[in-house]
């Protein structure tokens, strides 16, 4: 069992900085594969990144990348989301999820536990 918190979201202007953190409790942390997930109101739940066990493999959707950057410290149970160059249309609640297995890490369905997420709303 792996408990996920999010902290990090806000209010933040057009063109702004976030930096999302997620802290896992547990002491098995390095065995999952991380994933970072958001979901605006009236839309579906849209992967954001992933990032492997030991962080060497990185995953990004289309929308996202060049401008979010996930990482990952194994000895804090932690996994992290910069998000720089905001725009409006990432506005949404990000969620972390864990996956303990080895499928794809885009579909949220392979992913086994979730945090509560953090809103993040992006003003134009």
């Known amino acids: 069992q792996v408990k996920l918190v999010e902290s990090g979201g806000g209010l933040v202007q057009a063109g702004g900085s976030l930096k999302l953190s997620c802290a896992a409790s547990?002491?098995?942390?390095?065995?999952?594969?991380m994933g970072w997930f958001r979901q605006a109101p009236g839309k579906e739940r849209e992967f954001v990144a992933a990032?492997?066990?030991?962080?060497?493999?990185?995953f990004y959707a289309d929308s996202v990348k060049g401008r979010f950057t996930i990482s990952r410290d194994n000895a804090k149970n932690t996994v992290y989301l910069q998000m720089n160059s905001l725009k409006p249309e990432d506005t949404a609640v990000y969620s972390c999820?864990?996956?303990?297995?080895?499928?794809?890490?885009?579909?949220?369905?392979?992913?086994?536990?979730w945090g509560q997420g953090t809103q993040v709303t992006v003003s134009s």
């Open positions: 999820a864990a996956d303990q297995g080895y499928s794809t890490p885009y579909s949220h369905r392979v992913y086994d536990y």
């Open positions: 990032i492997s066990r030991n962080g060497g493999s990185t």
């Open positions: 547990g002491r098995t942390f390095s065995s999952y594969v």
